[in-house]
């Protein structure tokens, strides 16, 4: 919920109130201190211009084998976080692609891509 969120320039707070919730209802259910209730996800798929299956994606085989009732009782093993194993789903990383994507000069976009480019290569050099 938050990567997409992040990816689509949302603050909580702004989420919050196209599906009728505070920001602290928000970040209750980005750190997963609630559940996510059906209709609230449904809700959320709509604002977040996403297909409910969309939060079931990244989900472990180990925790989509188990039934919420399994869960409580044998809570499974917790993974590392996505951001942490996957760069590229930081917050940093996701603004600076939509940050990007919002240059509307195609030559100043592409001398932005060169040089980052440059970057990356002289580090992977030294």
């Given at each position: 919920m938050r990567l997409r969120r992040t990816l689509l320039g949302l603050s909580q707070e702004k989420l919050?109130?196209?599906i009728g919730l505070t920001f602290q209802q928000v970040q209750k259910y980005e750190r997963g201190a609630n559940r996510i209730s059906c209709s609230r996800l449904f809700d959320l798929s709509r604002?977040?211009?996403?297909?409910?299956?969309?939060?079931f994606?990244?989900?472990a085989d180990s925790v989509s084998a188990m039934s919420p009732v399994q869960m409580v009782r044998e809570p499974p093993?917790?993974?590392?976080?996505p951001a942490e194993i996957d760069p590229?789903?930081?917050?940093?990383?996701?603004e600076l692609?939509?940050?990007?994507?919002?240059?509307?000069?195609?030559?100043?976009r592409r001398r932005i891509y060169d040089l980052?480019?440059?970057?990356?290569?002289?580090?992977d050099d030294a």
């Amino acid at each position: 919920m938050r990567l997409r969120r992040t990816l689509l320039g949302l603050s909580q707070e702004k989420l919050g109130e196209m599906i009728g919730l505070t920001f602290q209802q928000v970040q209750k259910y980005e750190r997963g201190a609630n559940r996510i209730s059906c209709s609230r996800l449904f809700d959320l798929s709509r604002a977040l211009e996403v297909p409910i299956a969309y939060f079931f994606d990244d989900m472990a085989d180990s925790v989509s084998a188990m039934s919420p009732v399994q869960m409580v009782r044998e809570p499974p093993v917790s993974e590392p976080a996505p951001a942490e194993i996957d760069p590229r789903l930081r917050r940093e990383t996701l603004e600076l692609v939509r940050n990007y994507y919002s240059i509307t000069d195609p030559d100043v976009r592409r001398r932005i891509y060169d040089l980052a480019k440059a970057l990356s290569n002289r580090t992977d050099d030294a």
